[in-house]
Each structure stands twice: as C-alpha cells, then as structure tokens.
C-alpha cells in the first residue's frame, strides 16, 4: 500500500472514538434499579431458601475408588482437577448448556448441573504406617444467598436469579469429599509445594482461570512455567485416561440406560421422516428430533449429530444439517445421548428417505454391516486386541469393494502395507472408547488402547462405512453419490463382545422398521413414556 493510500486511511480514522462509555444499561433498568426505595426493600425480608436435599450420589462410592487409583499410579504429589467454566456469550449469557470435566466428573462421581468455577485437589499425605496417602478437597464457591447483597447484584450467580443452590454442606453429602471454599484454593496449592517439596500436576486446558494459576504458583515456587510441565501434566491427563477403560457394573447399567434413550431418539427420528421430507431443511428437522429427545432423557447430546442426507451423506465430519431430505437417496445420522450422569451413547444408522434401498444402496450398505459383523465377531476372540477390530472391518470392506468393481486392485494387494487402496472409501478408524465422554479415553497410551487386549468391563463403538463421493470417477456411477455407516457399541464381557444396541441392523429390518413408523406412533411415544417412571430419576 502506497504512502498517500496510508495517510488518507490514517485520516479517516483520526476521529474514532477510544473512549468507551463509563456505564452501560443495556436493558432500561438501570436507573430505576439504583433508587433508595428499591435498595431498602430487596434485600430484606425474605423467608428460609428451600433447597433441595441433598442426597449421596449413585456414583459417590466408585469415586473413592477412582481417585484411589489415580493417587496410586501418581504417588506423593499434589493433583489438581478443575471442573471448567462456562463460556460467557454476552452479558450474563452462556454458551449452552455448560458440562463439566469429563476428570472431574469421574473423580467426584457428579454430573450434569454441577458445578462450574470447582476444582478437585488431591494431595499427598503420611499414613500411620508410614506408606503414602492422600486427602481430597473439593474447593467450590459457595452459594450467593440472601445473605449476601450479591443474590441480587450478581446476575450471573446471585440466587435471586439462579434460584437456591447447593452449599458446600450439601457437596459433602453428595460426594463424601471434604468441601472447602474455593477462595482457599490457592493456600491450598502451595502447601508444601517446591523443587523440594510437593508436585504440581494439573488437568491443563480444562480451565484457563486455574491453568493460570498453577503456572503462576509452580514460577513463583521454582517449579517451572507451563513449558517446563507440560510432560508431567500430559502424563497425568494419560493416566486419567487409562483409569476409565475399565467400566464398572455400575457404569455398564448407565451406559446400557444411556443406549436405550439414544434409540428412542431415532425412533422419533423414524416417527417424523414423513414429515421431514416435505419442508425444505429436513435434516435440521431431523436434528431438532435428536437432540430435543436427548435433552428430554437427561442432559443432551454428546455432540452434535450428523444428519447428512445424499451426497452429503460421504462427508465425514458434516455437522451442517440444513439440507432437504433426498428422495431416493439415504441420510446417514450419527449421535448419542448423554445422560444427566454424563455417561453417553454413540449409534449410526443410515437409511433410505423413502423406505426402501435401491439395489445399489442395497449392496454397499449390506458391505457395511458385513464389515461390522467382520468386527464384533473378532473383537470376541479370546485375546482379541484393540487393533484386531479394524483389520477385520477392513479386509471385509476391501473384498466387499472389489466385488462391487470399485477396488482397482485385488483384495490382497490392497491389505498388504504399502497397499490399503481400499481406504480411499474407508478413510477414518472404524471405533473409540466410550463412557463419559463419547470419544473417551483419548490420552490413553498406545499399550492401553489401540495396542492393547481387549478386557471384560471395556466399551467401545465399531463404525465401519463406505463413502463414495458423487464426483468419483474410479466408481461407477451407479455407486456415486452413496455414503453408508453403521455403528454400534460393544461391551466386552467373560463370553465375549456383547452388542448393547438391539436394534434394527440388516437392510431388510431397516425398511420394516421405517415402515412401522409414522408421525402418530411419535405422540404415542411419548405418552407410553410418560406413564412409566423416568428413567434418570
């Protein structure tokens, strides 16, 4: 940019303001809310709040458990475990709805609705015998009750506007952890901590309030910045990781609960095909149906689902939902529901807008489910690994390829290493680990996970497809266009992989399960529902 284009846009901006207005009153209330008349009369005279008993929590005992383990495999050094924060979206609006961490929920045994701003420590203490223990505190911030002129200042946090709270009594109760004001938090880490001392080791990227906090405790105490720990704390983010591989009995019935209230979802999905294929934005539609019945059977959905119909049904990571349905084509909807105790589900089903698969969809979605039973049945062979999962969906999916006349090469060719010509169509890992988090277990090291031998009390998705894009000229243009997915979760037991998803899987139990559905069977539903108890409470 020349000299004279600088100056005349240097000019123009000469004028800006860059003083921001001392008060806003976004709103109207402003003023009138500063009269003395309303100052006397709202903060006084109010009765005893009526709170909510608090009761212990389903999953307060295997906490103690869980945090045994962890102090365990760390020995003699400080934990610190944030639950997170809300991001603030404007004013006192959230991005929605706040979930907390997935450490911090598994450590403390609560879920939904609890409690941003807290942080879970778990310091080393001399037992008797003098062998290494621990104490935990959870540090939280207390409610903003009527005795504090902040119930009604506070609008973000005052009880005036959230309504009664839990106190850190009640924390206690629900959670048998000492609970401690969170003001207390940072004495707390720096007790004993040092070269000399105690570690630090932190949940990094969970919450950046406490993120700055320990790194500025660890500097100022001689423990070095972030870059200094980031090793120490990435393996602490890989043992908690490796602490929920293992699912509980406990666990195993909220995951199957979990599942069942995912596959109501797509039989409300199923309801209300008819009618999604008639408006113009029916894979939103769709969406609404999902996570409207997630939000209904406990907290919400694990993630936004995919609703991805026609050519858009090969696009991997499409999150857009706006498109119609394609008459004559499939929607591909991937999701799961989480439950108020944040354990969730994850299921894929795809099938055709208008009931029935043409003989190409046919033949690419039955290579599909072949793939998967491919799968499960090598995931229940004594000693099975991790790892055995995928090359079993894949030498299914390269044979399932080549006799479609898609695969430019033999099956054999394709499977050796410096093959896999097959992945073009089969791009991505064919399962996760699932629990409280719908891709759980992430950090977890490769001995552990993808390497490692499958043990009774893992859960885990296997989610083969096929995805062929509508401008793919190595396909025949019968196929072009086709995206297909299914996937199921798999709990590996003493006898071997169990599917926790009974639900319609085959071509033909696809279309006679779209066929015994219609908008009516949705309020029927609903009110079958509504006459038994619910499940989450």
């Not at 005036?160 to 106190?167: A, D, I, K, S, Y």
């Not at 055709?352 to 599909?368: I, L, T």
């Not at 089969?426 to 629990?435: A, W």
């Amino acid at each position: 940019m020349s000299n004279d284009a600088l100056g005349i846009i240097r000019q123009a901006a000469a004028g800006n303001a860059v003083t921001p207005e001392a008060k806003h009153q976004a709103g109207g209330m402003g003023t009138r809310l500063q009269g003395q008349g309303f100052q006397d009369i709202i903060y006084g005279n109010w009765g005893k709040a009526h709170r909510p008993e608090a009761k212990r929590g389903k999953f307060a005992d295997e906490a103690v458990a869980r945090r045994d383990a962890i102090a365990n495999l760390l020995p003699g050094e400080r934990l610190i475990i944030p639950a997170g924060i809300p991001k603030t979206r404007v004013n006192d609006i959230d991005f929605q709805p706040f979930r907390i961490g997935t450490a911090f929920a598994h450590l403390t045994g609560l879920g939904e609705g609890h409690k941003a701003d807290s942080v879970l420590v778990i310091s080393p203490t001399v037992n008797d015998d003098g062998t290494v223990g621990h104490h935990d505190v959870l540090y939280i911030e207390p409610p903003i009750d009527r005795t504090d002129p902040r119930f009604y200042s506070d609008h973000k946090h005052g009880e005036f506007w959230t309504g009664p709270q839990p106190t850190l009594a009640d924390f206690e109760t629900m959670t048998g952890i000492e609970t401690r004001d969170r003001t207390e938090l940072e004495d707390a880490l720096r007790a004993g901590a040092g070269p000399d001392g105690i570690r630090l080791r932190l949940c990094r990227d969970v919450d950046a309030n406490v993120d700055a906090l320990v790194d500025a405790i660890r500097v100022d105490l001689g423990l070095g910045g972030a870059d200094d720990n980031a090793g120490i704390d990435e393996v602490f983010q890989e043992r908690l990781s490796e602490i929920r591989l293992i699912k509980s009995p406990l666990e195993i019935e909220e995951m199957r609960r979990s599942v069942r209230a995912t596959l109501r979802a797509f039989d409300r999905i199923a309801d209300l095909l008819p009618i999604a294929r008639q408006v113009k934005r029916g894979e939103r539609l769709l969406e609404v149906v999902f996570t409207g019945t997630a939000r209904y059977e406990g907290h919400v959905v694990a993630g936004i689902p995919a609703v991805a119909s026609g050519k858009r049904s090969g696009i991997l990571h499409y999150e857009d939902n706006i498109g119609p349905l394609e008459d004559g084509g499939l929607v591909l909807i991937d999701g799961g529901g989480e439950l108020n105790s944040l354990y969730t589900a994850d299921i894929t089903r795809t099938f055709p807008v208008n009931g029935k698969f043409s003989p190409a969809q046919r033949r690419v979605y039955d290579a599909v489910v072949a793939s998967e039973m491919a799968g499960i049945e090598a995931a229940g062979k004594p000693g099975a690994r991790y790892c055995d999962i995928q090359e079993a969906v894949m030498v299914s999916v390269a044979h399932s390829l080549y006799d479609m006349g898609i695969l430019p090469v033999t099956p054999e060719e394709a499977l050796r290493p410096e093959g896999q010509q097959q992945c073009r169509w089969l791009y991505h890992g064919t399962g996760h680990m699932l629990g409280i988090d719908m891709h759980d277990a992430q950090h977890a090291r490769n001995e552990y996970y993808p390497f490692a031998e499958l043990k009774p009390g893992m859960i885990f998705t296997i989610e083969p497809g096929i995805y062929i894009d509508a401008d793919d000229l190595l396909v025949p243009e019968e196929y072009r266009g086709i995206g297909v997915r299914v996937e199921d979760d798999i709990l590996i037991t003493e006898h071997g992989a169990e599917v926790l998803v009974d639900y319609p899987r085959t071509s033909d139990e696809i279309e006679q399960w779209l066929a015994e559905h219609n908008p009516q069977h949705f309020l029927d539903s609903f009110l079958e529902h509504e006459s038994m108890a619910v499940e989450d409470e």
